[in-house]
């Protein structure tokens, strides 16, 4: 993988042991004399880099069944200082554990995280109707609960299942067997990592007015130079009714002429715009998406524009010439 390696001492990530959020930190590679904190939630996994008390928080941002871990998202809208680094695409999959061997009809509780539970939720209302689903913070706290007798089972990963030392009675329970979390590991702001070729820009766009045509006025800044949109996303600002920021993934660096370009003119014409990291693209979670860099629109290559700029400088000193 195309990552960074922090050469810093302690990590924080969505805990307990045994979450999908610690296997994920696990492919970054921190070097061996990291240490590798689990924190309680996402927002106290992010608050240890925003206050410097860590050097790197891996949380998770979006998941292909159930869309966006809005914590993490607004965490990242009120805190200007943080920034992505690197992805993380990491294929889920979610089994029924129990402390021993039980039948289904003797399961009255069951304990698992939001998202896995809309993962798995067709399987839950076939086989265990009757059953009641306790939210916890992740799956491995549910699992670490069922462990200690608090629930009569726990949907988790087979690395909760182990850790907790639970019973796997159900493989497989997810509807959607082919779901990945993104994560991504977010740092304080800094130099973003050099460009691979097949990398993603995050930013927050604040528009400046509500009026019509505002967000049409900021997709064409995209547009006119060849900037692919892989995400849009809309939150509420929190400051009144009404007033809402977008989050935008986009294909390139930013040290690509045409991204720049485009952000020089959404910072023309936006209330803010802020750079959340540009970053290289995770691959090995699914294979499709090794075909996903796109080619550059006629005329928006970076040779396209630095041939454009080398045009404007000659009129500019020697009067109109030709194209």
Request: aromatic share 6%.
């Amino acid at each position: 993988m195309n990552g960074v390696i922090l050469m810093n001492l302690r990590y924080t990530y969505l805990g307990p042991r045994g979450t999908f959020c610690e296997q994920a930190l696990h492919s970054v590679n921190p070097p061996g004399s990291a240490e590798l904190s689990p924190m309680p939630t996402i927002t106290d996994a992010l608050e240890e880099v925003f206050n410097e008390n860590a050097d790197a928080a891996l949380v998770p941002l979006d998941n292909s069944v159930e869309g966006s871990v809005r914590p993490t998202l607004d965490y990242l809208i009120g805190h200007e200082s943080l920034m992505i680094v690197q992805e993380v695409l990491l294929p889920v999959s979610f089994s029924l554990y129990t402390r021993s061997e039980i039948d289904l009809s003797a399961i009255s509780t069951v304990a698992t995280h939001p998202h896995a539970e809309a993962q798995c939720r067709k399987w839950l209302k076939s086989n265990l109707p009757s059953a009641q689903v306790i939210s916890s913070p992740s799956t491995a706290d549910a699992a670490a609960a069922v462990s200690r007798g608090e629930y009569d089972a726990a949907i988790c990963s087979s690395v909760a299942g182990k850790d907790y030392e639970l019973h796997q009675l159900i493989v497989d329970v997810a509807d959607n067997k082919d779901g990945v979390t993104r994560f991504v590991l977010v740092t304080r702001a800094r130099r973003p990592p050099l460009p691979t070729g097949n990398d993603v820009t995050s930013l927050i766009i604040f528009i400046s007015h509500d009026r019509a045509g505002a967000l049409l006025e900021v997709l064409t800044q995209f547009f006119v130079r060849g900037v692919n949109l892989t995400r849009i996303e809309s939150r509420p600002t929190k400051e009144r009714l009404g007033r809402y920021c977008f989050f935008f993934d986009c294909e390139g660096h930013i040290e690509d002429l045409r991204l720049a370009e485009a952000l020089k003119g959404l910072h023309r014409i936006c209330e803010e715009v802020r750079f959340l990291g540009s970053y290289p693209k995770d691959v090995a979670g699914d294979g499709e998406l090794k075909d996903s860099v796109l080619q550059s629109a006629s005329g928006t290559s970076d040779r396209d524009f630095a041939m454009a700029e080398r045009w404007i400088k000659h009129i500019r000193n020697s009067g109109p010439v030709e194209s």
